[in-house]
């Protein structure tokens, strides 16, 4: 600590400049936001200042805030946050940034190459794009290459499609071989009379 702040957010605030956006506390652990032409030298100085030592990757998620109606920490529809760790002092630290659709975000496989991998799922579920770590042109990650869209987007409906089998056969949808049950969401209601007898 540094007076009443964690040292992580004194040391990137210094480094960063208006790159460092702002840091906030929720449930226990520290969020600190930044710009996504900061990010390089924030996890930089996460891992290399030997007072901070956050040398450990642990993962990076994406998040599609497009029909999110709360406070937030960006303006931007996509969020990534990244979850470090420090094995030297048991601590994490969560970094967050932000980017529209058709933005990038610089990739963080040359400084953690645990990052390689998790950059192109949320890039091959998202659509959010990693300078760097791209793909091949027409090439998927996760999805068959000839997969349209990006699943995990807010307007992607909730459900299945129909399977083409290999012998001709076209499968059930999910939803065909869906049994309900007492919290049953996809239909916008949890705990229903038809399902729970309430």
């Given amino acids: 600590m540094v ?19 702002k840091s906030k506390s929720d449930r226990g652990e520290t969020f600190i936001c930044v710009r996504p032409d900061a990010l390089i030298a924030a996890i930089t100085e996460l891992k290399e200042n ?29 969020e990534v946050v990244y979850n470090l760790m420090s094995t030297k002092h048991f601590s994490r630290i969560f970094v967050k940034t932000a980017v529209n659709d058709g933005t990038s975000i610089p990739t963080l ?17 998202f659509g959010v794009h990693f300078e760097g770590n791209e793909l091949m042109p027409g ?23 129909d399977v083409n089998f290999a012998q001709g056969d076209r499968g059930p949808a999910v939803e065909d071989v869906s049994r309900p049950h007492a919290g049953e969401s996809f239909e916008g209601k949890t705990g229903s009379s038809e399902v729970s007898g309430r």
Avoid: M, Q
């Fill in 50 to 78: 030997p007072d901070l030592a956050y040398d450990y990757f642990s993962e990076c998620v994406g998040v599609d805030y497009s029909t999110y109606k709360n406070v937030r920490d960006f303006d931007e529809r996509f």
């Fill in 139 to 161: 090439e998927r990650f996760l999805l068959p290459d000839d997969w349209i869209g990006y699943p995990l987007r807010k307007e992607v409906p909730l459900g299945g499609e």
């Fill in 109 to 125: 496989k040359n400084i953690f190459l645990g990052a390689e991998y998790p950059e192109k799922e949320i890039h091959d579920l």
């Fill in 3 to 21: 007076g009443s702040e964690r040292a992580e957010v004194v040391a990137l605030r210094d480094r960063l400049g208006a790159g460092f956006l």
